[in-house]
Each structure stands twice: as structure tokens, then as C-alpha cells.
């Protein structure tokens, strides 16, 4: 075998095994191939929602402004991972409110406080406690008396006179002119005794004051027992003027309403008694001493 085709053999076996190679690859080739899909079956793109919050820093938010004890409020948490967490303010037993803070736009903090009414549904419960007239007084037609009252988790109050001798809510009228409202935390309103506000009554001796919440009138409260309202003068002496009794006066003028009770100092007496239908105090030596009750002893 000469030189050439020597040579030419060996182009041949190369050629060879380039071809045997390519046909391996091409087959290799067409086997990885995924299959193809008409454009018209691909799949519509999906948008996948994007967590506003996914990393720290945390962040917190309370819906309802600052802290109000007489509300339940919540506040929006989010921790370190993005996690969103609401807080509700809570009850943690009948009288103590748990309160939850943003101290600042990152933390939270929680306060805790005695409800001095009650606390329920993660607030402290709203009250108003009428203090005077809270019943047995006798008032004077034309005298100004001072209705007084307690408020907790209250702006604006009502105030309104109930003859409760009187059935079906006749006997009901407004103390306030124009059913206008106070501001609940002054606590106490002057009251001119008019005539002409009072409910319709035979015998004026069963009115009570209602103090109502304007904005919400199921928080309201009555005077305890009822009062009279005279358009005389009124003065009732217990026991006259008996130094071995001991009594009470109750009056009622223009000027004055009340009661005063016989009372010693050292062996006086100082005996209460009523003189034109006007309180009056006469002093008696006690020979005997005076007795605590406000009396003399007995020989
Ligand atoms: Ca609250
Ligand atoms: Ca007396
Ligand atoms: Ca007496």
C-alpha cells in the first residue's frame, strides 16, 4: 500500500466515525427535544399576589385613634417575618380592661385598668349615678336647687323629672330647656324650680330625676327614691319643741331646703324647731347633761 492510499484510508475511517458520531448526536438530539405545544393551548400567565409585607421592619397601626377605655378598639401587628396579627382590646376578668398600644409606628405595649364600673365586651362599661335629689328632699316652687350626678364614658347628658305617681310616661318632662344637653363631666346643673316644667301631678310628692346619656340613652340613672316639690313653704318638726326628745326638722323655702337634727354642746341643747313654717334653733340647758342623741336627761 503506497503512501496515497495509505492516506486516503485514513480520511475515509475519519469520515466514517465523524458520520456514526453525528447520526448518535442527531438521534440524542431529537430525543431531548420537549414535545411542542400549539401556541394556542399555552396556559394564561398567572399573577401570583406579592406579601406587601415580607420583611422586617415590624409595623404597627391602631385603627381607632388614641386610647379610649370606654371602646374596644383593635390594633394591626405585623412581626418580624411579615406575619399581620390584630389585637382586640380585652376583658381580662369582670372589673380589669386590657388596653393594647402602638407605642410607636414599630412596637406595641398594653396598659391595664380598673374599670370602676364593670368591664365588658373589651371595655369599660359606661355609667352616670344621679347624687341629688336622690329622694325624700321637699323642694320649694321657685327655689333653685343643684341637681348633681357622677358620669363615666360620657360626653352629653339629658336631664328629665319623672312624677312617677303617674303611669305610661305622662308624668315626664324636660328639666333643660329645649331638651338641650350638658356637658356630662361638670357633674351638676342649677336648677330653677319652675311650675310650669313640672309633669302633671295630684300630689306632688313622687318626682325623681333622670340623668340620661345622649349617646346612649340605656346608660341613665334616677334618683333612688322620690322627692316633693311644694309651692309653700314647708317646716316639720319630729317632736315640737321637746328638750327630752330628740327630732329632726324638715323645711323648704326659696332660700333653703333640707333637714336639721337636735344636737348638744357640752350640757346645751340645741333644739330645732319651726317658727312660721321657718327653721328655727333654741338653746336649753341641760341640769342633768345633754344626751348624744340631742336630749336632755331626765330628771
Ligand atoms: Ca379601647
Ligand atoms: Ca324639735
Ligand atoms: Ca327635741
Known sequence: MNKKIASEFAIGVVVL???VFGIIFWFGGQKAQTPTIPANTLPDVVSVPVQEKTISPTECVKNNGASDYFSKND??????????????????????????LCS?????????????????????????????????????IGSVRTIKWKAEGVSRVHIFIHDTSLKNQTGFNYIIQDNGTLDAG??????????????????????????????DPEVNDYSDNNFSIKNYNVCKDSD????????????????????????????????????????????????????????????
Open 186 to 215: 361638670t357633674g351638676e346643673y342649677n336648677w330653677i324650680i319652675d311650675k310650669r316644667v313640672l309633669p302633671t301631678s295630684k300630689k306632688n310628692n313622687a318626682y325623681k330625676v333622670q340623668v340620661i346619656s345622649d349617646e
Open 75 to 100: 390594633l394591626t401587628y405585623w412581626d418580624e417575618t411579615g406575619k399581620e396579627i390584630t389585637f382586640s382590646d380585652v376583658c381580662l376578668d369582670s372589673n380589669r380592661l386590657q388596653e393594647y
Open 240 to 299: 315640737g319643741d321637746d328638750q327630752y326628745k330628740s327630732g329632726c326638722v324638715q323645711y323648704a323655702d326659696n332660700e333653703n331646703q333640707g333637714s336639721s337634727c337636735d344636737t348638744c354642746s357640752g350640757n346645751y341643747l340645741n333644739e330645732q324647731i319651726c317658727r312660721n313654717d321657718k327653721l328655727e334653733e333654741k338653746q336649753y340647758y341641760c341640769e342633768l347633761g345633754c344626751e348624744y342623741e340631742g336630749k336632755c336627761k331626765k330628771p
Open 104 to 140: 410607636n409606628s414599630k412596637e406595641y405595649s398594653t396598659t391595664q385598668f380598673d374599670c370602676p364600673r364593670g368591664c365588658s365586651n373589651g371595655k369599660c362599661n359606661r355609667y352616670i349615678k344621679v347624687i341629688y335629689p336622690n329622694g325624700g328632699e321637699i323642694f320649694r
Open 17 to 19: 466515525i465523524a458520520l
